[in-house]
């Protein structure tokens, strides 16, 4: 089961970036997908999720209202749309993926993805 980050980069503050993590390797039809987010000398932390059947999903406070996830299960893809990015956006974003559940908890998720660095400019 491999997951693959894609849509990192440089984007002043203010702007948009969207990310994508493809999986493969495995059905992940019943999978719910997260995506975290490591800053600099920061902890891990939560930034969004979606079950596997696209109706349920959650948010981090730092982010709500600003990031849509979403997914595509035909293309076994889930997507991060950031809006309004601010400098405190800057890390590295990582996807996973967990086994007929969805949770806003790093310790439940089986698969991760070697993470995209966003970078925000102020």
């Known amino acids: 089961v491999q997951l693959a980050e894609s849509g990192g980069g440089l984007v002043q503050a203010g702007g948009s970036l969207r990310l994508s993590c493809a999986a493969s390797?495995?059905?992940?039809?019943?999978?719910?997908m997260g995506w975290f987010r490591q800053g600099p000398g920061k902890e891990r932390e939560f930034v969004a999720a979606?079950?596997?059947?696209?109706?349920?999903?959650y948010y981090g406070d730092s982010v709500k209202g600003r990031f849509t996830i979403s997914r595509d299960t035909a293309k076994d893809t889930v997507y991060l749309q950031m809006n309004s990015l601010k400098s405190e956006d800057t890390a590295v974003y990582y996807c996973?993926?967990?086994?007929?559940?969805?949770?806003?908890?790093?310790?439940?998720?089986?698969?991760w993805g070697h993470g995209t660095q966003v970078t925000v400019s102020s």
């Open positions: 996973a993926a967990q086994d007929y559940t969805v949770s806003d908890s790093m310790d439940l998720y089986d698969y």
């Open positions: 979606i079950d596997w059947s696209t109706t349920i999903t």
């Open positions: 390797g495995g059905d992940f039809s019943t999978y719910g």
